[in-house]
């Protein structure tokens, strides 16, 4: 005997709000397929686009979930993010971009904008300008200058690396031009 269907017909069971529908054009549609294709697309992007395209084909939010085995409100955050997202054009906002984790709040910087700027600065000179007898930059040598010029008060070197990289800036890989003395023996 099934009581169930007594007690509670059909029309009387919540099953919840109607997902959003994601409708893709061609173009998004394209540009996902060939995100899940790339061997670099870190996994959980791969996660992200998958959970859209089932969407787009009409997949509840529950369904979508239990294929991936992530909880319905990790569907519901890409699913709503997507629509956030989907009258902006790809070539303004690329399918990469709208995948990204969003800012987190964290821990308030310790340094600043200018300092960061007084950092990159000092990396590009030259280290015999600071007086350092070397040729190139280590990040332990641009830490050590930059607490002795009292840019910050503590620099790890691991961290003055970090500002540096970010900056794609490498001033270890400094080339340099050598000009010796002429010999008049090579003059013309």
Known sequence: MHLIPLLFPAKLIVRGPKPLAVDLTDEQSHALHALLRRHSTPQQVVLRAQIILAAAQGRSNA??????AVAKDTVRLWRGRW??????????LSVEERFRDAPRAGRTARITAEQVCAIIAMACEAPEQSGRPITHWTSREIADEVIRRGIVERISPRHAARI????????????????SACDERFRT
């Open 164 to 179: 540096l990289r970010e900056r794609d800036l490498k001033p270890h890989l400094v080339r340099s031009w050598l000009n």
């Open 83 to 92: 629509m956030a997202f989907q009258e902006i054009p790809l070539d303004e």
């Open 63 to 68: 369904e979508i979930a239990q294929t991936y």
